[in-house]
């Protein structure tokens, strides 16, 4: 079964600052991937996803992640971020392979806080 | 408006008390699915329904059953409350030709006391 490893629990960044939030999946097939984010009361909303093509996304508020399979990583980098960039991130993933449900296994999250 | 909605938000109960979270969508998409997350553990799949008469279990659905009222309704019951479902309940949606872009609801905080 696949599995998704957010190593950074937490991560504490100042204003304007670059950040990268990590990611990393168990299997080396196929992959369908996925950054969610989750606003402080809210519900999770897509910040981006790779299903196949180049390996740099890019997602909104300025969010782009990097496929990378020998590494079977996909993180999150941001050059600048806000004050209002302060959430917490989920990355997910899929198996494209599977020819019944394709259910999301989440990682654990990585709470992204930025102070001025 | 917003496209998914659950109600109630939050819900405070006792151990025992037979609790209904409800979920409704306007997005027309055929697919819903109930998580649920805790801190620490990420979000965990309870149920998954790909139509009104599609209904399955996800990783964690002991202790919890579902209805698909109708194409846009779909609701987790707890039969019998117990402390450890204390968490936050997510309902989503997806279209089955987006490869798993879900849509999630505001989430209902329950406290099972």
């Known amino acids: 079964a696949q599995s998704v490893t957010q190593l950074d629990s937490q991560v504490p960044v100042f204003e304007e600052a670059p950040v990268e939030l990590r990611c990393n999946y168990s299997s080396s097939v196929s992959v369908y991937l996925f950054w969610y984010v989750q606003y402080p009361n809210q519900g999770l909303q897509l910040l981006l996803k790779?299903?196949?093509?180049?390996?740099l996304v890019k997602g909104i508020n300025g969010f782009e992640a990097e496929f990378n399979k020998s590494q079977t990583s996909f993180h999150l980098r941001k050059p600048s971020v806000h004050i209002s960039d302060t959430a917490e991130y989920f990355c997910?993933?899929?198996?494209?392979?599977?020819?019944?449900?394709?259910?999301?296994?989440f990682g654990t999250g990585t709470r992204l806080l930025v102070s001025p | 408006d917003a496209d998914v909605t659950q109600t109630p938000r939050n819900r405070i109960t006792k151990t025992g008390k037979r609790i209904m979270l409800e979920c409704s969508q306007t997005?027309?998409?055929?697919?819903m699915y109930w998580y649920r997350q805790d801190p620490g553990l990420g979000l965990r799949l309870i149920y998954y329904?790909?139509?009104?008469?599609?209904?399955n279990k996800g990783e964690i659905s002991d202790g919890y059953s579902v209805s698909r009222q109708a194409q846009a309704k779909f609701s987790l019951s707890l039969e019998s409350a117990i402390p450890n479902q204390t968490a936050l309940y997510f309902c989503a949606t997806s279209d089955y030709r987006r490869y798993n872009e879900q849509f999630f609801g505001p989430g209902t905080r329950l406290t099972v006391l």
């Open positions: 997910a993933v899929s198996d494209p392979e599977n020819t019944g449900f394709q259910k999301l296994v």
């Open positions: 329904s790909f139509d009104v008469k599609d209904i």
């Open positions: 790779y299903l196949s093509g180049s390996t």
């Open positions: 997005k027309g998409h055929d697919r």
